[in-house]
């Protein structure tokens, strides 16, 4: 276990300090979320290493839109810009990586079970204290002493869909809203087909 003021490399290769600054830089601010997530992506990223080599190439599935997408695009290659890292919006604080072509990988979660021994990082984690009332020095030491502790971790293979390479194909016109959209998306672009609140056009 790291002692308190431990700045060793802890977080893909960045000390505890160096970390947080670069969250900050990121992500606007040290959220207890991302510091936990970076601990989490760590995890993964030396499990997958061990099992696949330290240069394999990997991607990311995470689920939640909470912090853990910053976490995994502050410390990887991966992010959703070079589709890499997919989002999953279910409110779980997980994530996978993940190797092609196989699917193979493995899945960090957080432990509803292991959170016993860290009271401060169970209280805020499960919602039991105020925010006002929290302390975030001590969420911030319980996470970074027992965020590890607090996850499970298990081998995973990710379904055919993640794996499949995404080829535009021939663009056209929609005939509903005028825009250039992959033809083999249908009759009508997506956002046309309906089912997504969309902005509004404004009269001028
Ligand atoms: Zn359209």
Redesign the pocket.
Known sequence: MLKPDSDAPHVCGLGWNEFVKKLEDFHGYAAPGALWGGIMVDMARERLKSLFGPDALFWVLVESYSCLPDAVQLLTPCTVGNRRLQVLDLNRYALTLYTKPGGQGVRIFVDGGKLGPWPHLQSWFMGLVDKKDQDANLLTNDIRLGGASACSMRAVRVPETYLRRERKGKIGL??????P?PLRDGE??????GGFDLPVELKS
Do not use: D, H, S
């Not at 929609?174 to 825009?179: K, Q």
């Open positions: 929609c005939p509903a809203c005028g825009e959209y009508r672009c997506l956002a046309c087909r």
